[in-house]
């Protein structure tokens, strides 16, 4: 588990260009996690625009960041998604078809991502969130679905977490 603490910088010994020059954002430390925040993909397919994901429900699916995290002792990349629809009540889009959603997101963008910024990671995370959670910190009136994959052939394969 990653949890948050008082120190704010830290040097990062990876870091993937993934936002538009003079758009930096700051580097943060989450416990002995070395994370860096990029709040865009380059790849123009999914430049930030207001337009939401194409993702197998259809629900409204936007991309919050991407964070390169050494905590567990090896690279996992985050794609932090918010998707105001997802939860257990009536009329919500629950984890069973939100699982689909996750495992076309990780083979549309977070493919493409990690080849065109060459990197090599352990695993995948997609996280889905019904609204924007600060990464480590509780919420517990938001709906947050996690799943984690790894790469083989440029194929995102489901890791049981």
């Known amino acids: 588990?990653?949890?948050p603490i008082r120190h704010r910088t830290a040097q990062a010994n990876r870091t993937a260009r993934a936002i538009p020059e003079g758009g930096a954002c700051p580097r943060r430390v989450w416990g002995r996690a070395i994370c860096l925040v990029l709040f865009t993909i380059s790849a123009p397919v999914f430049?930030?625009?207001d337009k939401s994901l194409p993702v197998p429900s259809g629900q409204p699916v936007h991309l919050n960041n991407v964070m390169l995290d050494n905590n567990p002792g090896e690279l996992?990349?985050?794609?932090?998604f918010i998707a105001p629809k997802i939860g257990a009540s009536v009329g919500r889009i629950g984890y069973d078809v939100a699982s689909k959603d996750m495992e076309h997101l990780c083979q549309i963008l977070a493919v493409p991502y990690v080849a065109q910024h060459e990197l090599q990671p352990a695993r995948i995370v997609i996280s889905l969130s019904d609204r924007p959670v600060e990464f480590g910190d509780t919420a517990p009136d938001a709906t947050q679905y996690f799943e984690a994959y790894r790469l083989e052939q440029s194929r995102c394969i489901w890791e049981g977490l």
Do not use: Y
Not at 76 to 80: D, I, M, P, T
């Open 1 to 3: 588990m990653i949890r």
């Open 47 to 49: 430049a930030q625009t």
């Open 76 to 80: 996992w990349v985050r794609f932090r």
